[in-house]
């Protein structure tokens, strides 16, 4: 059981860091944003081509795919989610899933279609109590969720950038009449959040085999993390992101089938009580 709650918590970690970047976006822009499905793939595989590159080194191939990343969240911000600043929120859906379907035909075109495993790149368990041993890859997915999550509250809370966006989110205009580019301090965000999906799609890559439809697949769990845990909110988010990925975990150890259903189940449960609110 202490595995599977082990188990559970890398699953959170994983859903945390991609799931954020929908938060803020939806946060700073009020836009849905389904492109981030496509960020998340993209990051998984331009970690496969950094890898040659490096000489196999996991994390310097990392840190070069989500690098990679930001000129390519910014050409969607630009061309795409820019253009729906507001619009109905109709139109963000269809826009940004229409980007998803293209990246799946790009990702296809260009690294083919069949899955393309990735071997755990440290490789070795650690031993946690009751002579319990976990992937010591696993103990660092859910440390470093942990400090994103840390970083992100001081980076809202202390920078000037944080502050801004901050105000904003309270009232738009009144931070415009200052004569600050609001949109440009969105924009930032926007990549934040989209850097942070390619990450959780390197990190996840190891665990799970890339292919082209893995974006699509994990959007609709990450939408359910974000309505549970609150519109916008960083600390919700972090919270609900790990109690379903424990949801997930305990629920696959009885009936596997039922795992990403009970997400659902929970997501219904929460919109029962609190409707959101857009």
Known sequence: MIQTIAYGLTIGGILYIISIGLSLTFGTMRIVNFAHGFVYTIGAYLLISALPIVRDNFFLGAVLAVAAVIPISYVIERFVIRKLYGVSIDYAIIATYAVVLIGVDLTKWIWGASPIPLSDPIGRDITLFS???????????????????????????????????????????????????VDKYFSIVFVIGSCLAALGGVLYAPITSVHPYMGMMVLLISFAVVIVGGLGNIKGTFISAFVLGLVMAITGRYYGPAAETMVFVVMGIVLIFKPVEV
Request: charge should be positive; avoid cysteine; proline fraction near 2%.
């Open 131 to 181: 002579g319990v041993s976990l992937p010591m890859y696993r103990v660092l997915i859910i440390v470093l969720a942990v400090v994103i999550f840390g970083a992100l509250t001081v980076f809202f809370k202390k920078t000037i950038v944080g502050k801004i966006v901050t105000a904003s989110l309270e009232d738009k205009d009144a931070v415009k009449s200052l004569g600050i580019n």
